[in-house]
């Protein structure tokens, strides 16, 4: 049963910063990618960053949406089973519960962006917000 566990949310001003952390559990050892998804109240939930590191999905490569990039960066840590999202110059709009997913079925090249259908795997979630 995999699991996920997010933090480092928090409420900062426009312009600040937040690193947000997600921890796998030891099943996720295959995984193949990570992600974050946040969903603001009365949104749908949005793709914000995926960090693809198998070789089924060509070795190391990122995704970020168009609103972020230049702002985020997602990483993976010293284990496999952590990644990172650096939130820089946070604007009110970045406001809402950050996810983490895991256990990804495809890249996102294949439709051109993050879908929470292509994950199996999701946390509880960390909240931001920008004033």
């Known amino acids: 049963h995999v699991q996920l566990v997010e933090s480092g949310g928090g409420s900062v001003q426009a312009g600040g910063s937040l690193k947000l952390t997600c921890v796998a559990s030891?099943?996720?050892?295959?995984?193949?990618?990570m992600a974050w998804f946040r969903q603001a109240p009365g949104k749908e939930r949005e793709g914000v960053a995926a960090l693809y590191f198998g070789v089924s999905f060509g070795g190391s490569n990122a995704y970020y949406t168009d609103s972020v990039k230049g702002r985020f960066t997602i990483s993976q840590g010293n284990a496999k089973s952590v990644v990172f999202l650096q939130m820089n110059d946070l604007k009110p709009e970045d406001t809402g519960m950050y996810a983490c997913?895991?256990?990804?079925?495809?890249?996102?090249?294949?439709?051109?962006?993050?879908?929470?259908?292509?994950?199996?795997?999701w946390g509880q979630g960390t909240q931001v917000t920008v004033s």
């Open positions: 030891e099943d996720t050892i295959g995984n193949n990618c």
């Open positions: 997913a895991a256990n990804c079925r495809r890249h996102y090249s294949v439709s051109g962006s993050l879908s929470d259908a292509d994950f199996g795997a």
